[in-house]
C-alpha cells in the first residue's frame, strides 16, 4: 500500500530530477509556491495532506514525465519494486472475460503499466472515458484498484453489478442487504444496489491524471 510519506517522496525527487526545490516545482506547474512545502503536508491538527490529483497532474505537465516515472520515485521502507499491474479502459470492465467472480482481473486481453508499492497482487488499473465521473475523475484519468484492499465508508470504490454495469462512486453505506453509493458527478443520481446484485466491490487505492 502506498504511504503518505511515498508519494511526497516523489514529488521532492521529482523537483530535485528536474533541478527544482519543492516550491520551484509548484511555481513552475502554476501551483501557489507553498503548496508542496513541508508545512502543507499535515494539518495542525495532525491530518496527513496528501498532495491532489491534480496538482500530480500539473507537475507532470509542467516537467514532461509520466506516470511511471513518477512512481520510479518511490522507494525506501517495506514498499516492494515496481511489478506490472494489468490496465484496460473503463468501458472495457463491464464486458465478459475481463474478471473473475471474485473480481480479480483474468484473460489475456489486458495491456500493463509499471506501478510500485502494490503489495495485493490481484491489482489492476482502469482508464477513464468520458465526463459522468467530473469533477473527481476527467476523461484519461488512471486509477489503481486493489480488490484485496478492506472497503470502509468515504472510500472511492469501483463496483460491478450482475447486469455487468460498472461504476466508480463513494462507498456511503454498507448492509446487509444494500450497498449505498454516493456519485462524483453532481448530475448523476446517487445509487442504492441490492447485495444480491452485486458481483464485487473493490477500492480505489491510487488516481492520477
Do not use: C
Not at 482481473?105 to 488499473?125: K, L, Q
Not at 453505506?173 to 473493490?202: C, G, M, Y
Request: charged share 25%; no cysteine.
Amino acid at each position: 500500500m502506498l504511504k503518505h510519506t511515498d508519494i511526497w517522496k516523489a514529488v521532492d525527487r521529482l523537483a530535485t530530477v528536474h533541478g527544482l526545490s519543492a516550491s520551484g516545482l509548484a511555481k513552475k506547474s502554476g501551483l501557489d509556491p507553498t503548496t508542496f512545502n513541508k508545512s502543507k503536508r499535515v494539518t495542525r491538527e495532525g491530518k496527513l495532506r496528501w498532495p491532489s490529483t491534480e496538482s500530480i497532474s500539473k507537475i507532470l505537465t509542467a516537467t514532461g514525465a509520466d506516470l511511471n516515472e513518477f512512481m520510479s520515485y518511490i522507494e525506501g521502507g517495506d514498499s516492494p519494486s515496481p511489478r506490472n499491474v494489468p490496465v484496460i479502459g473503463f468501458a472495457q470492465a463491464g464486458r465478459e472475460g475481463f474478471f473473475d467472480d471474485a473480481g480479480y482481473p483474468t484473460g489475456g486481453s489486458w495491456d500493463e503499466i509499471a506501478f510500485p508499492g502494490m503489495t495485493d497482487t490481484h491489482a489492476f488499473a482502469l482508464e477513464i472515458s468520458g465526463n459522468s465521473m467530473e469533477p473527481v475523475l476527467r476523461d484519461g484519468d488512471l486509477v489503481i484498484v486493489s480488490p484485496d484492499a478492506g472497503v470502509r465508508r468515504g472510500d472511492r470504490v469501483v463496483v460491478k453489478t450482475t447486469d455487468g454495469e460498472v461504476m466508480a462512486k463513494t462507498l456511503m453505506r454498507k448492509t446487509a442487504q444494500n450497498v449505498v453509493l454516493s456519485s462524483f458527478h453532481p448530475d448523476h443520481e446517487d445509487r442504492t444496489i441490492p447485495i444480491k446484485d452485486l458481483i464485487w466491490i473493490a477500492r480505489i487505492v491510487w488516481a492520477a491524471q
